[in-house]
């Protein structure tokens, strides 16, 4: 079985600054490991994945998130926040097989200008 | 490419009432899904599809809840009655294949409130 937490249902930070939005994983397989978006009234958006090849991964709209086992974490990153990043995250695993995907419960991006 | 439909994008029924939502994934995806998102919480699966047939529908509450994908392309899910706890919204997805690596692709989802 898998399930995801993710730390904090509200980050607020200013436009510019970095975005860490943290998830941390269990599986007791090798997991595999996603991050979508979901603006107001949308569906959901693949943002980045993990499939067991390199550790860091680099998605859209410049996000990036790094696979550490050691920690179970799967965090997302950027650099420079931007206004347009204003919108609700969902880390998301699967240990895969008829498996579907196990998703956390979202942290709400705010963006302060 | 078309993404996901999904009709109706909103319903209100008060409790006991049913309701069916409907979906088509995009053209040759062989793979659907049903999640639950209630307010403040990531989506749940509810069922999954390969082709016509149901692959895993562990946390369907069959009591209240049918989904059925005939012909192997669009999907209905009906809730039958319809309970206050059940307002959320309820997201269709689709993939080419069962492959875990595949992206699942997402329509915009139904919020469907129950009164």
């Known amino acids: 079985a898998q399930s995801v937490t993710q730390l904090g249902s509200h980050v607020s930070v200013s436009e510019g600054a970095l975005v860490l939005l943290r998830c941390n994983y269990s599986?007791?397989?090798?997991?595999?490991l996603f991050w979508y978006v979901q603006y107001p009234n949308q569906g959901l958006q693949l943002l980045l994945k993990?499939?067991?090849?390199?550790?860091l991964v680099k998605g859209i709209n410049g996000f990036e998130a790094e696979f550490k086992k050691s920690e179970t974490s799967f965090h997302l990153t950027k650099p420079s926040a931007h206004m347009s990043d204003a919108a609700e995250y969902f880390c998301a695993v699967t240990g895969g097989g008829a498996d579907g995907l196990t998703f956390g419960k979202g942290t709400h991006l705010i963006i302060q200008p | 490419e078309a993404g996901v439909a999904q009709s109706p994008r909103y319903k209100i029924i008060e409790k006991r009432q049913s309701v069916a939502f409907w979906c088509n994934p995009i053209s040759g995806h062989a793979t659907l899904y049903w999640y639950q998102q209630i307010l403040g919480q990531g989506p749940k699966l509810l069922i999954q599809f390969q082709n016509n047939g149901v692959v895993d529908d562990s946390q369907l509450p069959k009591d209240r809840f049918s989904a059925e994908r005939l012909k192997g392309v669009d999907s209905t899910l009906k809730i039958q009655p319809a309970k206050l706890e059940d307002s959320a919204v309820y997201l269709c997805?689709?993939?080419?294949?069962?492959?875990?690596?595949?992206?699942?692709?997402f329509g915009p989802g139904t919020r469907l409130l129950v009164l």
């Open positions: 997805a689709s993939t080419y294949s069962r492959d875990f690596q595949e992206t699942q692709y």
């Open positions: 599986s007791s397989v090798p997991p595999y």
């Open positions: 993990y499939t067991s090849a390199a550790t």
